[in-house]
Structure formats: C-alpha cells, structure tokens
C-alpha cells in the first residue's frame, strides 16, 4: 500500500521561509513524478511545482523564483523549499505522485495524480 505523508507547514509572518515534507512509503517505482499542489480557500488545487525521477522540474508561474522543488530518492522524500512568503501562498499543500510514469508536461495537471499526501496548512500573515 503505497503512502504519502506531508509535513513541514506551520504560521509565518510575510517574507519568511518553510520547507515541506512528503515522505512516501510502501511499494514505488524508480520511475515517477511528483508534484506539490496548493488549495486556498474558493480556489482550485493548483500544482505549484513538479520534479521527474530523472531530476526534471516545472514550477506554475506564480512560484518561479521562491519555490524550489526537491527530492531524496535513498529518504524516498520529496520537498519544496518555500523563500520569500506572501499572503497568497496561504493553503493547504499536497504532494501528489504519478506513478511508473514520468511529468511529460502534466506535472502541474491535478488529474495526472492518482497518489495523494493528506496535506499541510501553510499560513502567511502580513
């Protein structure tokens, strides 16, 4: 059964930094790609940033600059080192996995993902 757990949100003041978490366990293939997806309050869940298993990532246009997409293939951990905080990033942040198959251009497309972490609440005050 194959499992992702987030962590890493938490309250931070505007300009400040998180780093999440998402650790997957169980059965995985070394082929995959994984993403991180944000769902505001009246919004979509909207991907934010992927990474290939070959290294590869995209990032949504809003994140380009602040966000930083990573993994640890030996932890089977991926992360997103989050710089320079607003307001706007206040959400509930998911990482997503597609697996046995690589992003091809659908990183950031929610239907891609069949494999959901239970999310962390990231709050940016001004």
């Known amino acids: 059964q194959l499992q992702l757990v987030d962590s890493g949100g938490g309250s931070v003041r505007a300009g400040g930094s998180l780093k999440l978490s998402c650790a997957a366990s169980?059965?995985?293939?070394?082929?995959?790609?994984m993403g991180w997806f944000r769902h505001a309050p009246g919004k979509e869940r909207d991907g934010v940033a992927a990474?290939?298993?070959?290294?590869?990532?995209s990032y949504a246009d809003a994140v380009k600059g602040r966000f930083t997409i990573s993994q640890d293939k030996a932890k089977r951990t991926l992360y997103l080192q989050i710089n320079s905080l607003k307001p706007e990033d206040t959400a509930m942040y998911y990482c997503?996995?597609?697996?046995?198959?690589?992003?091809?251009?659908?990183?950031?497309?929610?239907?891609?993902?069949?494999?959901w972490g239970q999310g962390t609440q990231v709050t940016v005050s001004s």
């Open positions: 169980g059965n995985t293939l070394s082929t995959h790609c």
């Open positions: 990474i290939d298993s070959d290294g590869g990532t």
């Open positions: 997503a996995l597609r697996w046995g198959l690589r992003c091809a251009g659908v990183g950031l497309w929610r239907p891609a993902y069949p494999y």
